[in-house]
């Protein structure tokens, strides 16, 4: 008789075996193998049986059924050629009355730029640790329509998301998260609920989305002048912004006229100063202060 429920370390091996599984560093594969964990998670990801769940990198499965336990309907983009066709046959030897709400998409999440089905309402996922910024990013900019998640990242990543201005962890995946959402950390989890054993923390995310900053400046616009402030932490922002604007003096002008100093650096602006700077740069000619 086939098992039901959630996956446990026997189950997880088990399958892992069936696939001749080795789970690789470069996909960043630790899977979940402890049942309480993944309902941890879903009862803070606060999702129910109306929502839409994105989830990527689902492995073998062990949170794409703690979804499905809710009533939820899910959306699991998976890019290992083992795992993806395993996942539905899974759900379906497990929670079968599950199977009508879940979908497989065999990708890699970075080329997804859309998904059948009813909008996605909420993203619940373990992230692959080695992809997990550029992935939230991605997600983040083409799928606005969920509205609310938590995701689980190593617990360096997770502290530089939710990151404030000032924090000496402050950056590039700050800045551009306080574009869409507001991020918090929610909780810790331990190496130990993983198959392999991490040698890292990992830590829960809640993303509540937001309106971005009131701009005339594009998203691009402003994402261009974050990456050019951070690529060289230790500089002023007039040396830091020189190449884009076409000379430290020019630089200086677009900040002041943006009301930012221009020997602040980097890590002390919020996401709407760097919106107010981009917004300066159409209005001047390379080399020439703003009028």
Known sequence: MPETGLLDPRSVRALADELDLKPTKQRGQNFVIDPNTVRRIVQLSGIG????????????GSLTLGLLETGAAVTAIEIDEKLAPRLARTVAERMPEASGRMAVVHSD???????DGDPVTALVANLPYNVSVPVLLHLLERFDSWR????????????????????????????????????????????RVFWPVPNVDSGLVRIIRREPPATTATREQVFAVVDAAFAQRRKMLRAALAGMCGSSAAASAVLEAAGVDPQARGEVLGIEDFARIAEQLPQMSPGQPVG
């Open 109 to 115: 999440a970075l080329r997804v730029d859309s998904l």
């Open 49 to 60: 049986a109306d929502d839409t769940v994105l989830e990527v990198g689902p492995g073998l």
């Open 148 to 191: 609310t998640g938590l995701v689980m990242v190593q617990l360096e990543v997770c502290d530089r998301l939710v990151a404030q201005p000032g924090s000496k962890i402050y950056g590039v995946p700050s800045v551009k998260m306080a574009w869409y959402a507001e991020a918090t950390r929610v909780g810790m989890v331990p190496p």
